[in-house]
């Protein structure tokens, strides 16, 4: 299985600041016949279902914010959140699509500083 | 607009199946664009793939759960369903049913979510 691992666990940051969340998969999960990362991420609202945000490691989801982006390739992924606003409090997961079993990190729980 | 429903019992009995139906509208279960899965989350933790299946039938599971666990469809109804056997208090979930992008007889991300239910497993 791939084990994805995300850090921190949770942070809190400021309004209007930056927030950055890392994941990193145990194995690679680009596929090299169409140089494409198989990792999307997710975020979870209290209550709600989770939303994706972001696939192939960098594609933004239609309808999300542009604050909103992905980065990273192999092993090591990023989700930055430019310009924190209020709505965004939630926790949030990466998932790798690349073998089964899909598999998610863990979890970072971002609330406002 | 695409909507997924869950539906089955709240309370399942230890020992019992799970059973839970996902109701697709809004878009043809038999398209050849997607897969459709389950996905759990047991109450305050993170998330866990289940197993998906395509229109035609084809199944993928997660091995944790292979020996327990039943994913079929029904395109005549516009449903796919999960059946876990076997249930202990650690099946306490959240069930959730998705769909799933999909090309070369390979599956992605979920792009669109159920609510959720949640089932409890009681002794």
């Known amino acids: 299985d791939i084990v994805m691992t995300q850090s921190p666990d949770s942070l809190a940051v400021s309004l209007g600041e930056r927030a950055t969340i890392n994941c990193k998969s145990s194995q690679s999960v680009l596929y090299s016949s169409n140089n494409k990362n198989y990792l999307a991420w997710y975020q979870q609202k209290p209550g709600q279902p989770p939303k994706v945000l972001i696939y192939w490691a960098s594609t933004r989801e239609s309808g999300v914010p542009d604050r909103f982006s992905g980065s990273g390739s192999v092993t090591d992924f990023t989700l930055t959140i430019s310009g924190l606003q209020a709505e965004d409090v939630a926790v949030y997961y990466c998932?790798?699509?690349?073998?089964?079993?899909?598999?998610f990190g863990q979890g970072t729980r971002l609330e406002i500083k | 607009q695409l909507q997924l429903q869950e539906s089955g019992p709240g309370l399942v009995k230890s020992s019992e199946t799970l059973s839970l139906t996902c109701t697709v509208s809004?878009?043809?279960?038999?398209?050849?664009?997607?897969?459709w899965g389950w996905v759990r989350q047991p109450p305050g933790k993170g998330l866990e793939w289940i197993g998906s299946?395509?229109?035609?039938?084809?199944?993928y599971y997660n091995p944790s759960l292979k020996s327990r666990v039943a994913i079929s469809v029904d395109t005549s109804k516009s449903q796919f369903s999960l059946k876990l056997n076997s249930v202990t208090a650690a099946d306490t979930a959240v069930y959730y049913c998705?769909?799933?992008?999909?090309?070369?007889?390979?599956?992605?991300?979920?792009?669109?979510w159920g609510q959720g239910t949640l089932v409890t497993v009681f002794s």
């Open positions: 809004g878009d043809s279960i038999s398209s050849s664009n997607y897969y």
């Open positions: 299946i395509y229109y035609s039938g084809t199944t």
């Open positions: 998705a769909r799933q992008p999909s090309t070369s007889g390979w599956f992605f991300w979920f792009d669109s």
């Open positions: 998932q790798q699509y690349y073998s089964t079993p899909i598999t």
